[in-house]
């Protein structure tokens, strides 16, 4: 898996502040999100969500604030790399 998919999960986790809502929109498990989210864990070495115990919400751990700007630019520079990239295969067909 690369990277990016871990991001993206992540970024999508802040916005709906739910590893189950997270899990139905992206059409995955809420095991396979709370993998990405452990893998993710792992890479930087921190925890970035504080799990509610009384509630299905999370929170963003210091770690997870500080994360979550370049979680997003990375997700957005990769689209951007993506889509020129396509415009070059699209020119040469």
């Known amino acids: ?12 986790i802040c916005k ?7 899990a139905e929109a992206m059409c995955l498990t809420q095991a ?5 989210v452990k893998q993710l864990e792992s890479l930087i ?3 970035v969500f504080i799990r509610c115990k009384n509630s299905h919400a999370v929170q963003l751990t210091k770690s997870g604030y500080a994360l979550l ?4 630019e990375f ?6 790399i993506r889509k020129e990239i396509n415009n070059i295969h ?4």
């Open 1 to 12: 898996m690369m990277d990016t998919e871990l991001f993206d999960t992540f970024v999508h």
């Open 16 to 22: 709906t502040r739910s590893f189950t809502k997270t």
């Open 32 to 36: 396979a999100i709370s993998a990405r």
């Open 45 to 47: 070495g921190y925890p």
């Open 69 to 72: 700007p370049f979680a997003s």
């Open 75 to 80: 997700i957005s520079n990769w689209e951007m």
């Open 90 to 93: 699209d020119m040469t067909s």
